[in-house]
């Protein structure tokens, strides 16, 4: 009997869904978070009679043959890259990015990983840091004499230091994109690595054509909507319940079958 | 075997397929571009031996499976916000080129691949009128007219191509929601498609579950008739036996 076995694909299914779900609402509060969704396919048929083929020699077709499907399957988590909202922390570390990009970072094994959480802070030797002490690219410095850093929307670096009147112009922070941003591969600690389907990154200027700009003092929120999940939240549960109602049917069936010629 | 165990047999072989057609239903309720099925039966007569005291040639009705329908009435509309979710209204098919020809979904959550090709989530390209769809990063986020005419920061890109068929139902499920057919495509007329959304499956779990019950009922009425056939004949062979005792 398939029913069993396709009702627990779909119990699967519905499993995964609410597994999305829950590391959407976990992270609802997470700087540069990106909500997830898993999207389903279902499975090969099994072809008992063909659709369209011939029933007679007169050409007469099969208006709609017998196809058994075998139950779903999860075909993707991907990422709903949208814009999250700006939430003002007057912190002069704290960066958004509006629009298009990931902040380079440097990983302790050297290699590039991406993000959109910009919590920065300074290092012991002055450079700009993510929350792990990873560098942020191109590694920037501000001399421990300044009193204030002012950061562009185009990303410029600028700090004011007491002996001089006119602000100095420290670096120049980029903004990296790649041709399918949801084909990151997503590494825990709000940091994403380049594979194969996001393509190479293209570094470039904040607010150059097909780039964001920088917010100074503002961190983006995750663009996680706690009504959207609890309603996908309550279909998938609801989905998971007619699925083992299924299992239920068919086991009764089973057992029906069973019990038959022993009375 | 005698005719009522036969008869019994095949609705029984009938039932457990429609519950298998209804597990698959409810299985994909939240697959998108999914259509229900339900399954169709017909009548099968077959020529039985007259019993005692009966004349001229007898007929009994077994079930058998006719097909499978599918029901191709559109699904929810279901938003994302995702910018290649494209959700499909009305009647057609968007194209897709995989390694065996073209194939044909009414899944419209598409994605690029590290060429900026728009893509299914299995990879395959989504054919416009002019091929394959590229998206470069300088054209931003692009948006998808009601026509299926995509346009970047820097003008139009492409129409995606949406196509109709004479018959729905000849078209031949493949999984990962693909279907295939040799009808000649044709440009669809009706349709109309909405960027970040995504149309849902039409399966009703009303239906379905209320289905599966009566599916589940007719399978124990059938072997409770099957039953009480058996008790019958014991009855019988055993009143026979006694007597020439």
């Known amino acids: ?263 | 075997m005698d005719n009522t165990l036969l008869i019994g047999l095949s609705q029984q072989v009938a039932s457990y397929n429609s519950m298998d057609v209804i597990a698959n239903n409810l299985a994909n309720v939240s697959t998108p571009g999914f259509r229900r099925e339900s399954t169709k039966f017909e009548e099968y007569i077959s020529r039985a031996q007259p019993g005692e005291g009966e004349k001229g040639p007898q007929s009994i009705s077994l079930v058998q499976d006719a097909g499978t329908m599918r029901d191709m009435t559109g699904g929810r509309i279901e938003m994302t916000k995702a910018p290649y979710d494209i959700a499909l209204n009305g009647k057609g098919y968007f194209v897709v080129q995989t390694a065996n020809g073209p194939r044909y979904t009414r899944n419209g959550h598409f994605t690029l691949d590290s060429g900026g090709r728009l893509v299914t989530g299995d990879g395959d390209p989504v054919q416009g009128d002019g091929g394959d769809i590229t998206v470069s990063p300088d054209d931003g986020i692009p948006h998808v007219a009601q026509d299926g005419t995509v346009t970047g920061l820097k003008g139009q890109l492409a129409k995606l191509q949406i196509v109709q068929f004479d018959s729905d139902t000849q078209l031949v499920k493949q999984g990962s929601s693909l279907f295939a057919t040799t009808q000649p495509a044709q440009p669809a007329t009706a349709a109309t498609l909405e960027q970040g959304a995504i149309e849902s499956s039409n399966v009703e779990p009303v239906i379905e579950i209320s289905h599966m019950i009566e599916i589940m009922r007719a399978y124990q009425a059938t072997a409770a008739l099957t039953q009480s056939q058996e008790d019958l004949k014991r009855a019988a062979i055993d009143k026979i036996a006694s007597t020439q005792n």
């Open chain 1, 1 to 263: 009997m398939r029913a069993l076995s396709i009702a627990a694909t779909g119990m699967q299914a519905q499993q995964t869904n609410v597994e999305v779900i829950a590391n959407n609402l976990a992270n609802m509060n997470t700087t540069g978070y990106k909500q997830q969704r898993a999207q389903f396919q279902d499975l090969l048929y099994q072809n008992i009679e063909q659709p369209g083929s011939q029933t007679s020699d007169s050409g007469t077709l099969l208006p709609s043959g017998i196809q058994l499907g075998a139950g779903v399957r999860t075909a993707s988590v991907y990422r709903i890259t949208t814009q999250g909202d700006l939430q003002s922390t007057s912190n002069p570390y704290d960066l958004a990015i509006q629009g298009e990009g990931y902040f380079r970072v440097t990983q302790p094994d050297g290699t590039d990983a991406f993000t959109r959480a910009g919590n920065f802070a300074l290092s012991p030797s002055g450079q700009i840091v993510t929350d792990k002490g990873y560098v942020v690219a191109p590694g920037i410095a501000v001399p421990a004499t300044a009193t204030s850093v002012a950061i562009n929307a185009q990303g410029q670096v600028q700090a004011t230091i007491p002996t001089q009147s006119a602000p100095q112009t420290l670096g120049q922070l980029e903004l990296d994109r790649f041709p399918n941003d949801s084909g990151l591969n997503a590494q825990g600690d709000n940091l994403f690595l380049e594979t194969a389907s996001s393509g190479a990154p293209q570094a470039g200027v904040p607010g150059a054509a097909g780039y964001g700009t920088i917010q100074q003092g503002y961190l983006e929120t995750s663009n996680v909507n706690p009504v959207e999940e609890i309603t996908s939240l309550i279909t998938a549960q609801r989905a998971y319940e007619m699925n083992s109602k299924v299992v239920t049917a068919a086991n009764e069936m089973l057992q029906t079958t069973n019990t038959m010629g022993s009375g």
